[in-house]
Nanobody, 115 residues
Framework: QVQLVESGGGLVQAGGSLRLSCVAS????????MGWFRQAPGKEREFIAS????????DYADSVNGRFTISRDNAKNTVYLQMNSLNPEDTAVYYC????????WGKGTLVTVSS
């Protein structure tokens, strides 16, 4: 099994930045491409970004392309999401997982953007 723990969320004003982290533990040898997802209140969980094992290619949802950057440190079993130019529509709980949702979901980390 792989366990995923997200952190780094918080309250930020519009235009601000946050950096999220996702640490994987357990059978990390199973981890290849990883992604970030988010779920806003009253909405379904949506894909945000993904990154392959070697760092490329990366993929982004249109809503965050150009503002968010995904990266990873395989030695630390950690995937990051740098979020810039945040706006209130980015308010959500953020999760990491493989693009195919191969692993159990973590608790996520809450990002709240105030206007």
């Amino acid at each position: 099994q792989v366990q995923l723990v997200e952190s780094g969320g918080g309250l930020v004003q519009a235009g601000g930045s946050l950096r999220l982290s996702c640490v994987a533990s357990g059978r990390t040898s199973r981890i290849a491409t990883m992604g970030w997802f988010r779920q806003a209140p009253g909405k379904e969980r949506e894909f945000i970004a993904s990154i392959a094992w070697g760092g490329t290619p990366t993929d982004y949802a249109d809503s965050v392309n150009g503002r968010f950057t995904i990266s990873r440190d395989n030695a630390k079993n950690t995937v990051y999401l740098q979020m810039n130019s945040l706006n209130p529509e980015d308010t959500a709980v953020y999760y990491c997982n493989s693009p195919n949702n191969d692993f159990n979901w973590g608790k996520g980390t809450l990002v709240t953007v105030s206007s």
